[in-house]
């Protein structure tokens, strides 16, 4: 027997990782996303999201100043209120207690936290032309929680961590947890980040296009948007937790005739809603 598998028999250790293994999978739940049918693995509870979730949100309302701006407060209250609506019918958010803030701030991003915290920097809103465009960005955000990426990405961690334990306690070699660490993180964290933007965007779609805003407005948005953000510091802020490519837009031109489809269905439709004063 070679000296790594000895070490894998080591008691304590087995006792230690097998404990874990157990763990995990007397916690984990397997759940279909809303919208795209996904299925995904979570080891996290919505109830523990949630919490985290209004945590941080009060966090993030003493750190910017709610804004003024009597024309965004509206805006986002009414597309927010549209958005929620058919969010709701899809039967997942029946834990949620949304609340939709503009933060006072320059930064260009926005923000849903798990349990329908939505936070829209005004920042970002200085870049939009109309309504429709702020609906893509708050249904994109939505997106992101309805279909639980937060719980997921912590779940995916806590996997990524307890696989870290078992090679360290297996193998004892720092250069192979070296490996496995990297290997990990390219493998799986960043092409499922780049997944969870595509899932947004489609749930984003179709909820603006449910509440009635023009479907098109979510790719002239990001054209003009990542555009003017090429070599410019100040605008990267949504970039880089939303990374953004031609491909991506590319699929939201693609995905268009589906949003298309439930916009003509809407009971109530805004078109592209108020174009913002500084922009006419
Ligand atoms: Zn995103």
Redesign the pocket.
């Known amino acids: 027997m070679t000296s790594a598998i000895k070490n894998f028999f080591h008691p304590v250790q087995t006792c230690l990782v097998l404990s874990l293994i157990a763990l995990a999978s007397c916690l984990c739940s397997c759940r279909s996303v809303p919208v795209t049918g996904r299925s995904q693995f979570l080891l996290t509870t919505e109830s523990y999201e949630n919490d985290l979730g209004a945590e941080s949100y009060e966090e993030y309302k003493k750190e910017y100043p709610v804004s003024t701006n009597a024309e965004y407060n509206a805006a986002l209250e009414r597309c927010g209120n549209a958005i929620k609506a058919v969010a709701n019918d899809l039967g997942e958010t029946d834990d949620f207690e949304w609340e939709f803030t503009v933060l006072d701030s320059e930064i260009q991003n926005a923000f849903c936290l798990p349990g329908g915290k939505v936070a829209v920097y005004s920042g970002i809103m200085d870049g939009m032309e109309n309504e429709a465009e702020l609906a893509f960005v708050v249904g994109?955000?939505i997106g992101?929680a309805i279909a639980r990426h937060g719980g997921e990405r912590m779940s995916r961690t806590i996997v990524q961590s307890l696989g870290a334990v078992l090679v360290s306690v297996i193998f004892e070699n720092e250069t192979l947890d070296a490996i496995y660490g990297t290997g990990t993180e390219i493998g799986i964290m960043l092409p499922y980040s780049r997944s969870?933007?595509s899932e947004?965007d489609m749930i984003g779609l179709i909820l603006m296009a449910r509440a009635g805003y023009d479907p098109s407005a979510s790719y002239t948005f990001w054209k003009r948007f990542t555009n003017n953000a090429e070599g410019s510091s100040k605008l990267a802020s949504i970039l880089s937790?939303?990374p953004c490519d031609s491909d991506r837009i590319k699929a939201m031109e693609e995905n268009e005739p589906a949003a298309r489809a439930e916009y003509n269905m809407a009971p109530t439709k805004y078109g592209f809603g108020k174009t913002f004063t500084h922009r006419k």
């Open positions: 994109h955000e992101h969870n933007e947004a937790t939303h």
